[in-house]
């Protein structure tokens, strides 16, 4: 059963059959990000996760802001557009300004390549931990945003309830942030 999706009202370079005639030849480039709230000293205090539609089974599951790159677009303007788009224009993102992810990840359309898995296409994200500071109200695909503790959001059932593998990028956020899984 497909899922119900917001169309895109400004898709960027791709018309939707040029898009999936793309993610059958080439790998295709998104941005990642685990929302997060810090305390006075910068310590985690909450993660955020988004509870959504699976864009493979069409399912509820747990996810997080993610998005493609335009064509012509900078990786930090993807992100921004991106966090804007699934948490609301005050989340009030703070990216640093290296702007490097805590890690790559790679999505296979075939199960069991790699931990992640998007039936949709082959596609490359670069994952970042991004601090917000402001009022969350997701929107688009997201039906609502909760904030679990570092210890609630390591728990295996929450783990396993990402869709696509997302719970083991979570825990890799965890573990760069120095956080024990």
């Not at 018309?15 to 993610?23: D, F, I, N, T, V």
């Not at 685990?34 to 864009?55: F, K, W, Y």
């Not at 402001?134 to 688009?140: F, T, V």
Request: with cysteine; net charge negative.
């Amino acid at each position: 059963m497909p899922s119900v999706r917001t169309p895109d009202p400004n898709p960027g370079w791709l018309p939707e059959y040029q898009l999936e005639e793309a993610r059958d030849r080439v790998p295709i480039l998104y941005v990642e990000a685990i929302p997060v709230r810090l305390d006075d000293l910068g310590r985690v205090e909450h993660v955020g996760v988004l509870l959504g539609g699976s864009t493979s089974t069409g399912e509820l599951h747990h996810s997080f802001v993610s998005g493609r790159v335009l064509h012509g677009e900078s990786v930090r303007s993807a992100l921004m557009r991106n966090l804007e788009k699934d948490l609301g224009p005050t989340a009030f993102p703070q990216l640093s300004a290296d702007i490097v992810p805590f890690t790559v990840a790679e999505y296979f359309p075939i199960p069991g390549i790699s931990p992640l898995h998007d039936s949709r296409q082959h596609a490359v994200a670069l994952a970042y931990v991004v601090a917000v500071t402001g009022e969350c109200a997701p929107r688009q695909d997201a039906l609502e945003l909760t904030w679990l503790t570092p210890e609630e959001i390591s728990d295996p059932r929450v783990l396993d309830d990402f869709d696509g593998g997302r719970g083991f990028l979570v825990k890799q956020a965890l573990a760069h942030l120095g956080l024990a899984v």
